[in-house]
């Protein structure tokens, strides 16, 4: 990546309403004057404020906030490759990265207390310095080349990306860890130096069908599960882990409900009564109807997921 001027080189408002509705409004004013299109006329008063947004950062794609009364920075990502943070006040660039071209930000979120980015594919795990920006660490999920291009397109066709902070220390080193999803594999990491203490090939783990693994949780009893989608059939699909070795203990494929859209973006999973329910939220196939899985029940070997018609 490259840094601005002054960063050491490496290869290659008081009251929470006020605050939420001035996050909504940076978040408007990001939206309309970096938009590639080239939108966004900005006031007199701005220029100098808000116009250099676009040509400094790119459209932005991803946005985190870090909690606390202390906070006063929101943490973006762009399309052009750049991951900066821009402070709420004044909206001016506190700091700034810029990754090698190609290697744009899947998923940012604030970890501990650094700033944590997934890209290329899942390839590029990076922890950044909420205060200056400097890299803590930068590891890769995988190395290993496809032997052919056969090999290469199928590991193209797994997109599921995703990563859980766990907020504790799981593997002993004293460290808060992250839960990492990438090209079907599920990876325990240490906040500390980014390095892997188990890595499971969960999407290999259901031998009788293809699954396009795209989002990971936890359940209330501290179980690590990756959940997704079979290829052909559009089932809904789950494995558990076990939290210290990664050993699956539990997969399943729901066979009732089929149809559903095997597209990372358009799921999410909500946790409730502290993982006690795990739910998984996503397309059918068709556009016009919203499928919900309990994945617990579907665990189990039992009926998990109904189809709603979109309001």
């Known amino acids: 990546y490259h840094k601005d001027a002054g960063a050491r080189s490496r290869p290659t408002r008081s009251a ?57 920075r929101a943490f973006v990502a762009s399309d052009q490759g ?15 990265q810029v990754l090698e071209v190609g290697d744009t930000v899947d998923r940012l979120l604030v970890a501990g207390r650094m700033l ?37 397109a199928e590991a193209e066709r797994d997109r599921g990306i995703d990563i859980l902070p766990l907020g504790r220390d799981v593997d002993g080193d004293g460290d808060e860890d992250i839960l990492v999803l990438a090209r079907g594999e599920v990876q325990l990491r ?4 980014g ?8 999407a290999a783990a259901f031998e009788a069908d293809t699954v396009r693994l795209h989002r990971i949780a936890r359940t209330k009893t501290g179980a690590f599960v990756a959940v ?12 558990e882990m076990t939290p210290g070795d990664g050993m ?22 909500r946790s409730t009564g502290g993982g006690a329910e795990l739910w998984v939220m996503g397309l059918a196939q068709d556009g016009a109807k919203i499928a919900a899985t309990d994945v617990l029940r579907l665990l189990a070997g039992k009926p998990a997921t109904t189809l709603s018609d979109l309001p």
């Open 16 to 72: 929470r309403m006020r605050c939420s509705s001035f996050l909504a409004a940076l978040v408007a004013v990001l939206a309309c004057v970096v938009s590639p299109t080239g939108v966004g006329a900005v006031h007199a008063d701005q220029v100098g404020s808000f116009d250099w947004h676009k040509q400094f950062l790119g459209g932005v794609t991803r946005a985190a906030f870090a909690g606390g009364k202390g906070n006063t």
């Open 82 to 96: 750049a991951v900066a943070a821009l402070d709420f006040k004044t909206g001016q660039i506190v700091w700034r």
């Open 116 to 152: 944590v980015t997934l890209s290329s594919h899942g390839k590029y795990l990076r922890a950044w310095s909420m205060k200056d920006g400097n890299l803590l660490w930068e590891v890769n999920t995988y190395t290993a080349a496809a032997p052919s291009a056969d090999a290469a």
């Open 190 to 193: 240490s906040l500390a130096d």
């Open 195 to 202: 390095i892997v203490t188990w890595s499971t090939a969960a």
């Open 228 to 239: 997704g989608v079979t290829e052909d059939d559009g089932y809904p699909a789950a494995v």
């Open 248 to 269: 699956v203990t539990r997969k399943a494929v729901g066979t009732r409900v089929g149809g559903l859209a095997n597209d990372a973006a358009s799921v999410t999973v």
